[in-house]
Each structure stands twice: as structure tokens, then as C-alpha cells.
């Protein structure tokens, strides 16, 4: 027997082994969250300077990408060694604390890495040893970043949505979710159907409703699911967007007139219509009669 002969008969390992890589990745995640928006940042105030004083621009002595420098306390300056970065493992045994000064370590990246684990395991166990899984995975990690960059900071980086949007395309050229035709059409109405949101809210009103970076997310999820799914995803959207949002000025008081991210919603719906968008299709088809 083959690996992939095992490894297909034996859907409960693989899924288990998706899941400890997806932890691992969700690791990754966590710096990507944190790192790339100070890296947009640094590039626009660096494009800026350059606009201004050009011949006064000093390029950047310290190295900060995704690699460098290394993870390191934000209180004591502690750098983070290699076993206390072991996805969720490390936090339980350090029990939430820097091992240099005892700060508090924000429970937020155990339950990315968490979310991350689950949410692969979901893409292995929906299909498998598969193409479909693989794509999946690279969805799903997408997703999680945008939510919570968006979350963390109102903002969609062109950096992940515009590759993935390609990739999505990619995929469907061999037909791996849809055909090319629903999903060139998929990002081309994605765009559109917020774009035209947009401009109607603000001529209406005079306010900006949303960003550009909600459009491309759109035209992203359309690319990868095609333009039947694009209903689904605003509909769900709106829905998952009502009841947090309300959930949050209860729970929290928030202030209804505080402008909250629509990515994050858009990203969630997408996840779901990605896995049951057809059945919830074809289940509200069923309850209205339609057919």
C-alpha cells in the first residue's frame, strides 16, 4: 500500500494531521495579523516622505517583514524561543504568561491558532485527500487573516485579496469549485454589486458606507465560488453582520454610530456559503415553494 493509498483510506488521520499543520499555520497567522498592517504602514509613511523631501529620505535601518525580526515580548523585549512559540501548547504551559516578566499574553493568538486548527480540520474532513482540500486550506487561511486585520485595524490588504482572487481564478480554470466562466463573472459581479452599494449609500446619504477592500473581498469570494454564490454571501452577510453588531451595543455598549468592519462578516459568510452554500439554497428554494 501506497502513502496515498493509506493516507485515503485513513480520513481520521488526515484530518487529525490537517489540523496540527492548520494550528501550526494559525501561528503564522498570528504574526501576519500583527505584522502586516505596521508593514503598510511603514511603506505609505515611507512613499510619503519620499513625495515630500525626496533628496531628505532615509531608508529604514531595522529589517520588519513576516521573517524578521524575531518574535519577541512586547513588554520586556524577551525573545521568544522555540518552544514557547508551540501553537496552543506553549500558552498552557506558560499558563498565559511571558516567561521573561510574567506579563499577560493576549488569549487572542491560542484561539487563532485554535479557530485555525478546527477550520482546516472542517476543509479536510469536507473533502478529503484532495485538490479541493488544499484550496481549501489556502481559503480559509485567507480568510482568518483578513477578519481579524480588518478587525484589529478597518483595513483589507490588497496583498492577500488580490493574489488569492488570481488563485481562486487559477483553481477554476481547471474547474476545481466551478467552471472559469462563473467565476470570472462571480469577481467581475462581487465587485460591482458592492461598488454600486457603495456609490448609492453615499449619494444617498453623503457618507462612505464601506471600503474598496469589501469589494475586492467580494470579488475574491466570487472568483473561488463563482457568481451563484454571490446571493448566498451578501445575504448571509448581512445577517451574520446584524446580529453581532447588535450583540455588541448590548453586550458592550457600543456606540451605534461607530463604524464597524464589513469584512469580517463578508469572510464568515463566505466560509459558510463555501461549504453549504447549495444547501441553504436549495433548502430556502424548498421552504418557498420555489421548488
Not at 523585549?77 to 499558563?95: C, D, M, Q, T, V
Request: glycine share 10%; hydrophobic share 50%; charged share 10%.
Amino acid at each position: 500500500m501506497t502513502i496515498l493509498e493509506y493516507l485515503d483510506a485513513s480520513p481520521a488521520f488526515v484530518i487529525t494531521a490537517v489540523a496540527l499543520f492548520g494550528a501550526t499555520v494559525g501561528s503564522f497567522l498570528n504574526v501576519v495579523i500583527y505584522r502586516l498592517p505596521i508593514m503598510m504602514q511603514r511603506q505609505w509613511q515611507q512613499q510619503c516622505a519620499e513625495l515630500s523631501q525626496p533628496e531628505a529620505t532615509n531608508p529604514p535601518t531595522e529589517t520588519f517583514n513576516l521573517a524578521k525580526p524575531d518574535s519577541r515580548c512586547p513588554h520586556c523585549g524577551h525573545k521568544i524561543r522555540a518552544w514557547e512559540n508551540i501553537p496552543i501548547i506553549s500558552y498552557l504551559f506558560l499558563r498565559g504568561c511571558c516567561s521573561g516578566c510574567g506579563a499577560n499574553i493576549s488569549i487572542r493568538y491560542p484561539v487563532i491558532e485554535a479557530v485555525t486548527a478546527a477550520l482546516s480540520a472542517l476543509a479536510a474532513w469536507q473533502f478529503g485527500l484532495s485538490w479541493e482540500t488544499a484550496g481549501a486550506l489556502l481559503l480559509t487561511w485567507s480568510l482568518v487573516s483578513l477578519t481579524m486585520i480588518d478587525a484589529d485595524h478597518q483595513l483589507l490588504p490588497d496583498s492577500i485579496t488580490l493574489p488569492f482572487l488570481w488563485i481562486g481564478l487559477g483553481l477554476n480554470l481547471f474547474g476545481v469549485y466551478t467552471d472559469l466562466g462563473s467565476a470570472v463573472i462571480g469577481a467581475m459581479a462581487g465587485y460591482l454589486a458592492l461598488w454600486l452599494v457603495y456609490w448609492g449609500f453615499k449619494l444617498l446619504t453623503g457618507k462612505e458606507g464601506m471600503g474598496y477592500g469589501d469589494f475586492k473581498l467580494l470579488a475574491m469570494l466570487g472568483a473561488w465560488m463563482g457568481w451563484q454564490a454571490l446571493p448566498v454571501i451578501i445575504l448571509l452577510s448581512s445577517l451574520v453582520g446584524a446580529v453581532i453588531g447588535i450583540t455588541m451595543i448590548v453586550l458592550r455598549g457600543r456606540d451605534h454610530n461607530t463604524p464597524i468592519p464589513f469584512g469580517p462578516y463578508l469572510a464568515i459568510a463566505g466560509l459558510i456559503a463555501f461549504y453549504w452554500g447549495s444547501d441553504i439554497s436549495n433548502a430556502y428554494m424548498r421552504i418557498s415553494g420555489l421548488s
